[in-house]
């Protein structure tokens, strides 16, 4: 099944071609969508040789030869220097540069800017608001920041994400031309749950600290336990939204003086 996200993009894509295609920062969910569309070549980037090693393996039958999975970092200019796709997708890649090359994101759509020919498509979480509505946010946002805490205990940069206001005013400012913003809420369920706490108690066995390692393992047990109770007693409510925008090259007027015509 299609992603909403996708389709959406999908939608705004029209009958156009996909050509060649960039995933600026790629994962299995956006490679599994890439696969399936009808592209001339497509590069996919990582910032980490783990990922990319272990994509190559799990596509290694939709890898046609004029397809790569490259891993690098966009900080570095070298990287896919020269090369130009028809469409770049940047998939919740803006809100993990924090991991990769903090204090990056300001300058990461000028870094893609030249690499795009005709459409960038970027996708984003929006910051979780600071309170919660209901008791399912409740839970959920105190499952993100004792996640964010755990990482951040763990020696790790959490992600950073950012609204689309913020996205909008850079994409602005790095010489493109926006097209499409569309917000989706989000419907978080219990993998949400399972997977953010696992990531949180993935972190403990780095920290020096024991009995404080042993003090989050049990704070985390008896959140997974809460959140899970809630979600059967009332079901998943909205919360947080991602956001998606269309952007193109803006085009380039030089100056034109008219000789002589006074
Ligand atoms: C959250 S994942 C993207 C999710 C992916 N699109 C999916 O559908 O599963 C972020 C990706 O961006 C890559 N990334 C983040 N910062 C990067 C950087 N500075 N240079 C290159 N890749 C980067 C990460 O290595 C990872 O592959």
Same mark, same amino acid.
């Given at each position: 099944m299609t992603d909403t996200l996708f389709s959406y993009i999908e939608r705004l894509h029209g009958g156009a071609e996909w050509g060649t295609l960039l995933d600026a920062g790629t994962g299995q969910k956006s490679l599994d /969508?890439?696969?399936?569309?009808?592209? %001339? $070549?497509?590069? &996919?980037?990582?910032?980490e040789a783990a990922v990319a090693e272990r994509l190559t393996t799990e596509f290694e039958k939709q890898i046609r030869p004029r397809d790569r999975i490259v891993s690098g970092n966009w900080t570095d200019p &070298?990287?896919?220097?020269?090369?130009?796709?028809?469409?770049?997708l940047a998939d919740y890649l803006l809100g993990a540069i924090a991991g990769f090359a903090p204090y990056f994101q300001d300058r990461l759509?000028? %870094? #893609?800017? *030249?690499?795009?020919? $005709?459409?960038?498509y970027a996708i984003g979480?929006? *910051?979780? +608001?600071?309170?919660?509505e209901n008791p399912w946010a409740e839970v959920?946002? @105190?499952?993100?920041?004792? =996640?964010?805490?755990?990482?951040?205990?763990?020696?790790? =940069? +959490?992600? =950073? @994400?950012? *609204? &689309?206001? /913020?996205?909008?005013?850079?994409l602005e400012g790095s010489g493109f031309v926006v097209e499409e913003v569309e917000k989706f809420p989000i419907r978080y369920g219990t993998r949400f749950v399972q997977e953010q706490l696992n990531a949180a108690g993935s972190v403990l066995p780095r920290l020096a600290d024991r009995a404080l &390692?042993?003090? #989050? @393992?049990?704070a985390i047990a008896e959140l997974r336990d809460r959140a899970l109770s809630c979600h059967a007693a009332m079901g998943s409510q909205p919360f947080g939204e991602d956001w998606i925008v269309l952007a193109r090259p803006k085009i380039q007027h030089d100056h034109a003086y008219i000789q002589g015509d006074t």
């Open positions: /969508w890439i696969t399936s569309l009808d592209t %001339r $070549s497509w590069t &996919a980037v990582t910032g &070298a990287l896919l220097y020269g090369d130009r796709f028809d469409v770049v759509f000028t %870094r #893609l800017r *030249p690499l795009v020919g $005709s459409s960038l979480l929006a *910051p979780y +608001p600071q309170n919660a959920l946002l @105190e499952i993100v920041r004792l =996640r964010d805490a755990c990482i951040l205990l763990g020696g790790r =940069r +959490p992600y =950073r @994400e950012y *609204p &689309a206001d /913020w996205v909008l005013r850079s &390692a042993q003090q #989050l @393992e049990y």
